[in-house]
Each structure stands twice: as structure tokens, then as C-alpha cells.
């Protein structure tokens, strides 16, 4: 009797100790964090800097956070950009991050419908937009060129080949109303010394040029740069009209995006120096040392990445405010006007080690980050 | 000669001629000039090779009921397959585009198969099948391409030298108009395809076996797209690979009204002519466009090119009560 109790005795404790060390191990067993989805607006799908972008997020930020991107085909509307929003939010994403400005403020009342947070990534709102928005709770922010660097971005290049001496030159872009391409349209006009419609005031220019929905060739004197011609799009007429602007001879090619994906083979083919406002990639790179791409304003590919811990902080209950406000940080350009200064910004942003890596962003994800460091980050990068 | 005959030629040429008058006009008065240098007429001439080809491809399946949305994702995904393998076996040699171009038709056709066979299996209304067809192409080119451009595979010297010179266009136009009207008017199988077009159930208790004449229309005009394909490919200098959702169909919509002017100009002559002729016409328009793009917008092409097609179709449905007004044969009869 006495063995049958000791025997039952120990089996009884052999129990209880399995028992033990599963049920603390079960709790030792650090919580499996959820995957976030976050859905992306994009209207480009194709161009290298979309393609860069793209690849940051899906290949970096994706297997250094539990994240999943899910991204849209091409947006070309408003419409198309609220059915995204309703897809993504039946989807189970947690936030938006667009890429896509057909109507940017849709996309922000549709996110909040559907309490989704939202962000822009590389563009802003119109000011007015944004001071009527910025109090939105589920509005995170936007990180990108302004307006104003945009128009910055165009002077800069106009100014550059006016300083060149070019006589002449040809004009691509502003796919009105695309209000980016417009202030940079501005921007280079106005860095050429030319007037449009009698006048070189910023807004004045642009409120011209989206009035005329249109680049008005006849409303542009420029004494001392010759424009040639202009044009913008991309449809069926494009070859001819490339065509009429590589034949009128121009001393330089000047577009506010999209050419080096476009027109790189032609214009050097035709000798004309060119220049675009696009991406620094392996291709554009080929056309600045052994072609004739002279300037390149760009983006690094990880310029997206603050906005990305902006809107995972805000997903984990961390929003980062200014003074209760949505984030609004303006990011620069920065310009290659010759091979070496494309082979520095290109090779410091590569597809392993981005300028925006995972150390750095970081530093900003969590709790108790200040709206002061998480700036700092943006504007020192 | 008799009056027969000068009425066929009047009636081939007229809207061509109408189309060159008006737009020359337009031109003239606005001080442009529409095709200025030899540039500008190669361009004239690729665009009119594609329209012609594209507007044969699409009606040889319309006229028997089957109306094709994959014709547009036929030409993108073959130029894509065909550009990588070419500049992947010869690079920047200087047979790669000629190469492109046999192989861009062969896989052009081999896609019309795969699509005329699916529509054979499945039974299915042939729109809703070309539906299904355009979606798959357009997600596989999205696949091979990863949603890029395709530049390097494209500017090649090669592609260069083959599409600037427009004594290459103008052959491959004539091949193609010679094979078509000789396959479609000539011989057996053009025979049973027009029997089968104006009595399908008349020609199939003659003997006649719809199933293999479908699908030969479908191989036929999967090499032609291939051709239009290669064709584009060398306009553009890219190839576009993120066209998802039906994005590759617009190219089927440039062929609409060439289809009709070919149609109306098929009464008096040869429809295939008609659709070189109708090709011709859309490709002076569109060097018009070009030479005036920056006051008449994208938008506003697209507008014009719909108005012509309605007023046209307007023409073609009222044909007798229109000719009966204007040679005041009404105030005779009265």
C-alpha cells in the first residue's frame, strides 16, 4: 500500500512539474507582435523613382518591421483612389500611405471614414489644405517636397542653364494639374529669366498656368533663352512632338519629370543636353556618365522612410504631433549636376543599406518620441 | 473607262483625299506644316502601319461576332518577350531587331492560339473570354517586367537603324496588305471564313468546320499584333509594362473608325485597302494633333477622334436620305 502511494506520489509530481515548465514557458514565450498592413496609394507604377521607391518598402522596411505593403495598380483618379482606400480598409490594413495626389483630400476623408490612418509620402496638401486638416486625428502627416521646393527644384535648374549660356531650349512637363509639375514648370521659366503672361511672380505664373490648364508657348518672352518648343504627355503624339523639339535644335532640354524614362535614347542620339527632376538610378546614372543627362534633381528611394515610422507609430498608438498637428516636413532635393555627385548619392542609398535604414528609424519608432528629434531626423538626412 | 469604274476610284479616294485637303488647309492657315522633315515622315508612316494592321486584327474576329479586347495585350506582352530574348541572345548586334520582329510574330501568334482555343473550350461569349485573355497577358507581362519600362531590351542601335528607315515600314505594310487580301479574298480558307461570316449555320451544313477557321483567325491576328507590337516597341523606344485592369485595350479603340472607313471604302475597291487607306488618313490627323498639341490638348484629341466616328457612323446609317438631300433628288421625285 505504502509503494502504490509513493509510486502514485511521484507520477503526481512528474505531473505537476511537466505542467509547470509548459505553462511558464507559455508565458516566458515573448508575445508575437501582429503584422501591420499598410495600404499604398500609387498613380505612377512604372517610372524608376516609383520603382525605387516600391522596392524600399517591400524589400527593406518590410523584412526589418512586421509589416506587409499592399500596393494599388495605377491610380489615375479620385474615384480610383477612394475604391483603393475602401479595398485596403476591407482588407484589414491599418493605414495609408499615398503616393498618388489626384485628390488628396478625398483620400484623407475617406481614411478617416473608415479610421484609417493616413499619410503622404513625398508631396504635401496645398497650405490651405493642410491648415484645414491638420487637426484630423487620423491624419499622420506628410513628409516630401513642398510647393515651394518644388518651385525651388525648377528655378534652380532654369538658373543653371541660364548660367550656362544656352541660347535655346526646349521645354517638357507640367502634366497640369498636376500641381507639383506646375510650380516646377514655374520655377523653370522663371530660372531662365522669361515672364509668362507678362509676369515672373511665383503665384502669379502658376495660377496662369492652371488657368490655361496648358503651357501657353505665346504667353512665354524670354529675352535671353529662346524657347523652342514645349510640350507635355505622353500619348500618341509624343513622338512627333519629341521629334519637332529635338528639330528645332535646342542648345538644352529642360523637363520637370518623367524624360530620362522616356526620351534618354532619342536626346542622346540627337547630342542635346538634357536634364529632368526624376530619381537617382542605375539608369539615370548610365545617361549622366555616358550620355548627355547633365542635371538630375532627385530623391533618395528611402526618403520614404520617415513617414513610414511616423505612421507605425501613430498604428501602435505612439502619434507623433506637432503641437496636436498632423507632421509637416518639407524634404529638399538634391542635385547632381555631373557623374561624380550622382555616384555619391547614388551608392549612399543602396537597396541593403539606405540612408533611412533600420538603426535610424529606430530612433524615432516607439514611444515618448518627440515631434523635435523625429524633425531633426528628417531634416538631417 | 466607264462610269463604273471612275465611281470605284471616287469612292476609294474621297475620304483620304478629304481628310489630306482639310487638314493641309488647317495647317496651311495656321502657318504649321504638318509632316516637316523626314523624321516626322517616318513617324507618319509607322503610325499608319499600325493603324492598318491593328484595324485588319481587330475586324477579321469583329466581322464574325467576335469582338477581341486582347488584341492591345497581345502586341505588349509579345514585344516584351521578344525584346528580352533578342537582347538577351544578341545584345546590341545588329541583326537583334529583325530578330525581334520573327519572334515577336511568332509568339504573337502562339498567344492568338492560346486565346482562340480558350475560346473554343470554354464555350463562353468570345467578349467575355477576350476579357479573361487580356487580363492574364497584361498580368503576365506585369510578371516578366515587374511593372518597369523596358528601355535597354528596346534602344538598341539595331531598333534604331531598322525603325528610322521608313523603306522597312512601307514593306512590311505591303507584305502584310498582300498576305491578308490573298488569305481573306483569294484562297479556300478566305472562301469558308466569308461563308461562314454571312450564314454561319448554311456554311457549317455545307461542310464547313467553323471550330479550325476560328482559331486560324486568331493565330492570324496574333501575328499581327505581334507585328504592331514590334512596331510600337520602336516608336516609343519603351515598352510600357505596368498596364494592369484593361490598360492595354485602348489600342483597340484607335482601330474603330478605320475599321469603318476601311468598311466604307471596301464597297468600291478592297476593304484590306481600305483599312491602308483608312490608316493613312488617322496617321495625317494625328501629325496634325502633333503639330498643334500644345493648343489642342490630349483630352481634346481624344474628343475630336470620338466626334468623327459618331459623324461618320451618322453618315454610314443614313447614307441614302443624306446623298438623296444633297443631289436634290428629293425635289426632283416632288
Known sequence: MKAKYANFA???????????????????????????????????????????????????????????????????NAEEEKSAIEKFAAQGCKAIISLSSSDRVTQLQTCSDYKLYYAIASGMLEDDQYEQYKNNPYFVGQIGPSMETEFQAGLEMGRYFAAKGVKSV?????????????????????????????????????????????VNVAKISSPKVAIKSYFQGFGETTTDELNAAIQAKPDAFLSVGMATTFFTSQLNAAGIEFSDIDSFTSGNGKAMKDGKLVYLAGKYSSSIGPIFAAVINAVNGNSIRDKGNAISLSQN???????????????????????FDKSKLDSVIGSNVSYEAFKSLVENN | MNMNFYKRVLGTVVIPLVFLLVLLFICQINGRVMIANQVSFTNFVIYAAIIMITTIALSINLNSG???????????????????????????SAASAFIMFILSMVIGGLLGFISGRLYNFLRIPPIITSLGVTLIYE???????????????????????????????????LVVLAVIIYIFNLSKFGAEYRALK????????????????????????????????????????????????????????????????????????NEYIGYLLAGICMSLLNS???????????????????????????????????????????????
Request: proline residues 2%.
Open chain 1, 170 to 214: 526646349s521645354i517638357y512637363g507640367a502634366f497640369i494639374p498636376n500641381p507639383m509639375h506646375v510650380y516646377r514648370t514655374a520655377g523653370v521659366l522663371i530660372g531662365l529669366g522669361a515672364t509668362y503672361g507678362g509676369t515672373n511672380d511665383k503665384n502669379a505664373v502658376v495660377g496662369q498656368l492652371f488657368g490655361d490648364s496648358r
Open chain 2, 66 to 92: 467576335r469582338f477581341d479586347f486582347s488584341l492591345g495585350s497581345i502586341a505588349v506582352l509579345s514585344s516584351v518577350i521578344s525584346s528580352k530574348i533578342s537582347y538577351a541572345l544578341l545584345g546590341q
Open chain 1, 10 to 76: 511521484k507520477k503526481a509530481t512528474a505531473l505537476v512539474l511537466v505542467g509547470a515548465v509548459l505553462t511558464g514557458s507559455v508565458f516566458a514565450r515573448p508575445k508575437k507582435a501582429k503584422n501591420v498592413k499598410i495600404g499604398v496609394l500609387v498613380s505612377d507604377v512604372s517610372g524608376e523613382e516609383a520603382l525605387g521607391f516600391r522596392a524600399y518598402y517591400e524589400k527593406y522596411i518590410a523584412s526589418a518591421y512586421n509589416v506587409t505593403f499592399k500596393y494599388t495598380e495605377q491610380l489615375t
Open chain 2, 288 to 334: 496634325t494633333f502633333a503639330v498643334f498639341a500644345n493648343e489642342i490638348t490630349a483630352s481634346m484629341q481624344s474628343i475630336i477622334n470620338a466626334l468623327l466616328l459618331v459623324v461618320f457612323l451618322i453618315y454610314l446609317n443614313n447614307e441614302g436620305k443624306i446623298v438623296n438631300l444633297f443631289t436634290f433628288r428629293w425635289l426632283r421625285r416632288n
Open chain 2, 198 to 269: 454571312n450564314g454561319q449555320k448554311v456554311a457549317v451544313n455545307t461542310g464547313i468546320k467553323e471550330v479550325p477557321n476560328a482559331i486560324w483567325c486568331y493565330v492570324i491576328c496574333g501575328i499581327l499584333m505581334g507585328i504592331v507590337g514590334f512596331l510600337n516597341a520602336g516608336r516609343n523606344m519603351t515598352i510600357n509594362g505596368g498596364a494592369l485592369n484593361f490598360g492595354s485595350i485602348s489600342i483597340m479603340f484607335t482601330a474603330f473608325l478605320p475599321m469603318f472607313i476601311g468598311g466604307f471604302i471596301g464597297r468600291y475597291s
Open chain 2, 139 to 173: 498580368g503576365i507581362t506585369y510578371t516578366i517586367t515587374s511593372g518597369k519600362y523596358l528601355m535597354a531590351e528596346v534602344q538598341t542601335a539595331s531598333m534604331s537603324a531598322f525603325i528610322s528607315n521608313w523603306v522597312n515600314i512601307a514593306v512590311i505594310v
Open chain 1, 333 to 355: 532635393y538634391l542635385v547632381a549636376k555631373n557623374y561624380a555627385d550622382f555616384d555619391k548619392f547614388y551608392t549612399s542609398d543602396s537597396g541593403s543599406s539606405p540612408i
